[in-house]
């Protein structure tokens, strides 16, 4: 049983996933595993195949400071080594790739030179059997090489084990996700359906912690004021009562699950005193500072990021589980997309990657929001926009498809799309309608669907074949959910796909996600 494996982790929100198909040895590792961990988009692979010798007789280490990945196929190895590499995975942004000799009796390392390298990472490896004069390591965070000497390298060569597996085991430095007590600071301006669910998902992690409120059109009375007792917070037609405890300490301050909550109603956001509050990151929430130089207000007020819940015309675009690893540490200001572009990306990803997308259509289901009206009303922009949206199902333009060629430049012109807001408080859903350059089958499509869903987008992707409706993804926290029986197939190159997703929780897992995934950039 790889229990030592899972031990070895000791990872925070980690998911293991062990398919065993018998063992071949007496040691504590089986000989087919598959171990996935999920931390922060984090991926690990072990697979075992056969057992002859100790340690793969080829090795290619790659780091890579914008993703966290470490994929450790092995096809022939007879030694328990691998379950403590899992220990490796504390460091952050890492990729690693470890790629066995197909030969399964060789028991010593070729002649070979090993280089990998990035602005934090590198490693090289020259030598032949057991010689360990020849490694080096040179990393800021994996920290200098074993010792020769060391027990642990007696060790290695006693069991006839590689030297360079005592380096992989090594303990990492802890990494700190803020200067300020370890959590990430967030503050929120915007006290609207996302700032407040926003509010509500990150009372439920322990990797941030939200310490700020403001909202420039409420009145900070109304929003905690003693006799409302933080009415707006509290109550939610649509995700029910909160259900953590909220006390109401004076005309400023909310108490959420005995954690201290500020709340001010500046108009302008150099104005809110985001230093005061200790915030890092702010949650520009809105919907009124959406562009560079608008959101980048929110820094002389002392915030180091600003995340806009929103599409944005000039700043950086991200969908996690898409292309947040091309997220710089310079990059100050950055939007999250839309709700629409979180479902579609990930869908339009995996599909594309897969087989290819030559065109597509994409039509979105959405739900009513904010901004329409609850009777017919002026609407100079919109006027289909100005009626009832109680009464009616009313065709919208969207950015969605076509920003999907933002976080995913290969499909750039080749998405466009259209909605319809329809009379249901929540949840919408995606029809991607697409021409694929690969011929498939909609079972083969549906299949690299589940498989996404299972392993490296697992959170993100979602793969449902039951007979659901709308209401049944209320509070899912999944950015896009494919409905395996709503889609269907023209041909084998043309398709429609189906998503759904919960326009606001889901998304307001993803900013949180986003926040999580600068913090950890920035204590690189």
Same mark, same amino acid.
């Given at each position: 049983?790889?229990?030592?494996?899972?031990?070895?982790?000791?990872?925070? *929100?980690?998911?293991?996933?062990?398919?065993?198909?018998?063992?071949?040895?007496?040691?504590?590792?089986?000989?087919?595993?598959?171990?996935?961990?999920?931390?922060?988009?984090?991926?690990?692979?072990?697979?075992?195949?056969?057992?002859?010798?100790?340690?793969?007789?080829?090795?290619?280490?790659?780091?890579?400071?914008?993703?966290?990945?470490?994929?450790?196929?092995?096809?022939?190895?007879?030694?328990?080594?691998?379950?403590?590499?899992?220990?490796?995975?504390?460091?952050?942004?890492?990729?690693? %790739?470890?790629?066995?000799?197909?030969?399964?009796?060789? *028991?010593?390392?070729?002649?070979?030179?090993?280089?990998?390298?990035?602005?934090?990472?590198?490693?090289?490896?020259?030598?032949?059997?057991?010689?360990?004069?020849?490694?080096?390591? %040179?990393?800021?965070?994996?920290?200098?090489?074993?010792?020769?000497?060391?027990?642990?390298?007696?060790?290695?060569?006693?069991?006839?084990? %590689?030297?360079?597996?005592?380096?992989?085991?090594?303990?990492?430095?802890?990494?700190? &996700?803020? @200067?300020?007590?370890?959590?990430?600071?967030?503050?929120?301006?915007?006290?609207?359906?996302?700032?407040?669910?926003?509010?509500?998902?990150?009372?439920?992690?322990?990797?941030?912690?939200?310490?700020?409120?403001?909202?420039?059109?409420?009145?900070?009375?109304?929003?905690?004021?003693?006799?409302?007792?933080?009415?707006?917070?509290?109550?939610?037609?649509?995700?029910?009562?909160?259900?953590?405890?909220?006390?109401?300490?004076?005309?400023?301050?909310?108490?959420?699950?005995?954690? %201290?909550?500020?709340?001010?109603?500046?108009? &302008?956001?150099?104005?809110?005193?985001?230093?005061?509050?200790?915030?890092?990151?702010?949650?520009?929430?809105?919907?009124?500072?959406?562009?560079?130089? @608008?959101?980048?207000?929110?820094?002389?007020?002392?915030? *180091?990021?600003?995340?806009?819940?929103?599409?944005?015309?000039?700043?950086?675009?991200?969908?996690?589980?898409?292309?947040? @690893?091309?997220?710089?540490?310079?990059?100050?200001?950055?939007?999250?997309?839309?709700?629409?572009?979180?479902?579609?990306?990930?869908?339009?990803?995996?599909?594309?990657?897969?087989?290819?997308?030559?065109?597509?259509?994409?039509?979105?289901?959405?739900?009513?929001?904010?901004?329409?009206?609850?009777?017919?009303?002026?609407?100079?922009?919109?006027?289909?926009?100005?009626?009832?949206?109680?009464?009616?199902?009313?065709?919208?333009?969207?950015?969605?498809?076509?920003?999907?060629?933002?976080?995913?430049?290969?499909?750039?012109?080749?998405?466009?799309?259209?909605?319809?807001?329809?009379?249901?408080?929540?949840?919408?859903?995606?029809?991607?309608?697409?021409?694929?350059?690969?011929?498939?089958?909609?079972?083969?499509?549906?299949?690299?669907?589940?498989?996404?869903?299972?392993?490296?987008?697992?959170?993100?992707?979602?793969?449902?074949?039951?007979?659901?409706?709308?209401?049944?993804?209320?509070?899912?926290?999944?950015?896009?959910?494919?409905?395996?029986?709503?889609?269907?197939?023209?041909?084998?190159?043309?398709?429609?796909?189906?998503?759904?997703?919960?326009?606001?929780?889901?998304?307001?897992?993803?900013?949180?996600?986003?926040?999580?995934?600068?913090?950890?950039?920035?204590?690189?």
């Amino acid at each position: 049983c790889p229990a030592e494996a899972a031990a070895a982790s000791g990872l925070e *929100r980690v998911q293991i996933l062990l398919p065993c198909r018998g063992c071949c040895c007496s040691y504590c590792f089986p000989a087919e595993a598959a171990v996935v961990a999920g931390l922060a988009r984090l991926l690990l692979q072990l697979a075992w195949k056969g057992c002859s010798y100790c340690c793969p007789a080829e090795v290619t280490v790659a780091a890579d400071l914008a993703g966290m990945q470490l994929l450790l196929p092995c096809r022939g190895c007879c030694c328990s080594w691998p379950s403590k590499v899992a220990a490796t995975v504390a460091l952050p942004r890492l990729l690693m %790739q470890l790629a066995p000799h197909t030969k399964p009796q060789l *028991r010593s390392f070729p002649t070979m030179s090993l280089y990998a390298q990035s602005s934090y990472h590198k490693v090289f490896f020259n030598g032949s059997n057991q010689n360990v004069s020849s490694l080096k390591i %040179q990393s800021n965070d994996l920290g200098t090489a074993v010792n020769g000497g060391s027990s642990s390298i007696r060790k290695c060569r006693s069991t006839s084990m %590689q030297p360079i597996k005592a380096t992989a085991t090594e303990i990492p430095p802890a990494v700190k &996700n803020s @200067k300020s007590g370890g959590k990430t600071k967030v503050g929120i301006n915007g006290f609207g359906r996302i700032g407040r669910l926003v509010l509500r998902v990150a009372t439920s992690r322990d990797d941030l912690e939200v310490v700020a409120v403001n909202d420039p059109f409420i009145d900070a009375k109304y929003m905690v004021g003693k006799f409302v007792s933080a009415y707006m917070f509290k109550y939610d037609s649509t995700h029910g009562l909160f259900k953590g405890t909220i006390k109401v300490l004076d005309d400023s301050t909310l108490e959420i699950n005995g954690k %201290q909550v500020k709340v001010t109603s500046k108009r &302008n956001p150099e104005d809110i005193p985001w230093g005061d509050f200790g915030v890092e990151y702010v949650v520009e929430s809105s919907g009124v500072f959406t562009t560079l130089e @608008k959101a980048a207000a929110h820094k002389k007020g002392g915030a *180091r990021k600003v995340i806009i819940s929103a599409p944005s015309a000039d700043a950086p675009m991200f969908v996690i589980g898409v292309n947040e @690893k091309t997220y710089k540490p310079n990059m100050d200001v950055v939007s999250n997309a839309s709700c629409t572009t979180n479902c579609l990306a990930p869908l339009a990803k995996v599909v594309h990657e897969e087989f290819g997308i030559a065109e597509g259509l994409m039509t979105t289901v959405h739900a009513t929001t904010a901004t329409q009206k609850t009777v017919d009303g002026p609407s100079m922009k919109d006027w289909r926009g100005g009626r009832g949206a109680s009464q009616n199902i009313i065709p919208s333009s969207t950015g969605a498809a076509k920003a999907v060629g933002k976080v995913l430049p290969e499909l750039n012109g080749k998405l466009t799309g259209m909605a319809f807001r329809v009379p249901t408080p929540n949840v919408s859903v995606v029809d991607l309608t697409c021409r694929l350059q690969k011929d498939a089958s909609y079972e083969e499509v549906k299949a690299a669907i589940k498989f996404a869903s299972e392993g490296p987008l697992k959170g993100i992707l979602g793969y449902t074949d039951d007979d659901v409706v709308s209401n049944d993804f209320t509070g899912d926290s999944r950015s896009s959910i494919f409905d395996a029986k709503a889609g269907i197939a023209l041909s084998s190159s043309f398709v429609k796909l189906v998503s759904w997703y919960d326009n606001e929780w889901g998304y307001s897992n993803r900013v949180l996600d986003l926040i999580e995934h600068m913090a950890l950039v920035a204590a690189i």
